[in-house]
């Protein structure tokens, strides 16, 4: 005769929650190194795009924006703009900057009459000049944004910002 033991349902629960447990775990885990991944991706890129802009190779720099970006100011246009007030209005040949940590943003509409971007990194970069002019900073909230599965450089034009 067979007995039944009446911690096998006991066992089969605890198992049942532990399992359970580590699935979830497992799905955070995954979740948080994609989530850190792209928040990576999108310093990088803003990091890039300023690296370009310190050296005056604002042709460059014009390359990683975003398409919405690239609608708005033609590479001939950027470049010989950046160049002529930085270097000559500002008397400055370069700058140091400094970024804050992205931050995670979602459904943000950076250009009026344009479809809100599902998912951004929003970097505060502030400029630091030594000029003719005397010393200075521009702090900017730069976005970065995955198009055609790359990150690109984006700035706001709502009137609606803090800054």
């Known amino acids: 005769m067979l007995r039944r033991r009446r911690g096998n349902g006991f066992i089969k629960l605890l198992t049942a929650i532990l399992v359970v447990g580590l699935i979830i775990l497992l799905f955070w885990s995954v979740r948080g190194m994609v989530k850190s991944t792209n928040g990576e991706e999108a310093v990088k890129i803003v990091e890039q795009f300023y690296d370009y ?9 014009w390359e990683l924006f975003h398409s919405l970006m690239k609608e708005r100011y033609k590479k001939p246009d950027y470049v010989q703009t950046r160049a ?3 270097m000559q209005h500002f008397g400055t040949n370069t700058f140091q900057y400094e970024r804050s940590e992205p931050e995670r943003k979602f459904d943000v509409q950076l250009v009026e009459g344009t479809e809100p971007l599902k998912e951004v990194y929003l970097i505060t970069v502030t400029q630091i000049y030594h000029s003719s002019f005397g010393n200075f900073k521009i702090v900017q909230p730069v976005y970065a944004a ?4 790359d ?4 700035w706001s034009f709502q009137k609606s910002e803090d800054f």
């Open 53 to 61: 802009e310190q050296e005056g190779d604002f042709g460059s720099s």
């Open 84 to 86: 002529h007030v930085f």
């Open 146 to 149: 995955e198009e055609s599965g």
């Open 151 to 154: 990150w690109r450089v984006l």
